[in-house]
């Protein structure tokens, strides 16, 4: 298990704008980011109550809340190395704690029953992995994600495009039933002493500050064609 120190983090909406033009924005900030990784594909796939709790406690915005998805990197055909990631949130600040799984295939990825056996694979807690079997598969997305860090290394901002979701039963043909939107998203990441560092960054980016996850847009984006 690995988990986070707490930290802040910041969203902001691009809606409009290219992607390169965007880019020197980030470049000529006064935090003078530079590109730390390659860029690569993330994909997520979200559990929740049979209620939509998690989804529930983040638009009613609850101080003490959750989100539990299952990640993994770049690939969309055959054996995938998931990643188990539990985000808990404490007023402004989160922690996050996470699991290496077993291999599964990516054809089984929203089978109930090969998860529950990836669980048990994976040695994860018993209070997890108890907690798990009780959730439903709600949600996949997927999209690109640069990465920087600020010269003094300590605030991280990832630029997420090409952000696309799915229904998870309908995973297998992914390109079947998902649902695009044009809007990036940037965000900040950084250790509450770095406050006031992060203000002078936030206030040169010239987007709109959002609280909102992907999760929470990805089901209402797929609940207005459903």
């Known amino acids: 298990m690995i988990r986070n120190t707490y930290r802040y983090e910041r969203k902001f909406l691009i809606e409009n704008g290219s992607q390169e033009n965007n880019i020197q924005i980030i470049l000529q900030n006064p935090g003078l980011f530079s590109e ?3 860029e ?3 994909n997520n796939i979200y559990l929740d109550t049979e209620e939509y709790d998690f989804f529930k406690e983040n638009i009613n915005g609850i ?6 998805r299952i990640r993994w990197y770049d690939k969309k055909s055959g054996y995938i190395e998931p990643i188990l990631e539990i985000k808990e949130k404490s007023g402004l600040v ?11 295939h990516i054809n089984d990825i929203t089978n109930k ?11 994860l807690p018993k209070s997890i992995a108890h907690e ?6 709600t949600l996949m997305n997927t999209y690109n994600r640069k ?5 003094n290394s300590k605030i991280r901002l990832t630029l ?6 799915f229904i998870t039963r309908n995973i297998i043909n992914i390109n079947l039933y998902s649902f695009k939107t044009e809007c990036n998203i940037i965000e900040l990441k950084y250790k509450p002493n770095d406050d006031l560092a992060a203000s002078i960054i936030s206030n040169n980016l010239p987007w709109r500050m959002t609280r909102s996850s992907k999760y929470v847009d990805g089901v209402k984006l797929i609940n207005l064609f459903n």
């Open 63 to 68: 101080a003490k809340r959750k989100k539990i």
């Open 132 to 137: 798990l079997n009780s959730l439903n598969l």
């Open 113 to 123: 029953e090969k998860l529950i056996e990836l669980f048990h694979q994976s040695n």
């Open 160 to 165: 997420d495009s090409n952000i696309e979701y």
């Open 147 to 151: 990465y920087y860090l600020s010269s």
């Open 40 to 42: 690569r594909e993330i």
């Open 36 to 38: 730390i990784y390659p």
């Open 94 to 104: 989160g922690t996050k704690y996470s699991f290496n799984l077993a291999t599964i």
